[in-house]
């Protein structure tokens, strides 16, 4: 899983942003073999004025090709960080369970056509 971040009109210095890379991928290992990639964007919209202006964008690739998009504001940066992390682990979670349950209903649709044909059916040689 390779995590890039990106930090816009933030402070942080490069031994933050490795160390915030590090603790996303813990976060996120749960699941790190279905992300091929997490892009993590950090901004102060409004600068030194304070507010609730801290945005976190959490971009994640998914290795079937689909891609989430979480989207957070504070007024803290970490607060918005954590929570974005969070709702993206359990969005690829609740993916995962739907991609399975499709598959096992499929499969159980699959094999129920078998046996009523297997009823049916004249075998020859």
Known sequence: MDIRVDARNVALP???IK???ARIGHQLS???TRIARVHITLKDVNG????????CVLRAELTNGRQIVVVDRSAKLGRA????????????DR???RRRDRLRSGLKAAAS?????????SYSH
């Open 14 to 16: 490069s031994r933050s």
């Open 19 to 21: 160390s915030l890379a």
């Open 30 to 32: 749960r699941v790190k």
């Open 48 to 55: 030194p004025r304070g507010g609730r202006d801290k945005v």
């Open 81 to 92: 960080i954590v929570r974005s992390v969070r709702r993206s682990r359990n969005l690829i």
């Open 95 to 97: 993916d995962i369970k």
């Open 113 to 121: 056509r078998v046996i009523m044909e297997g009823d049916h059916a």
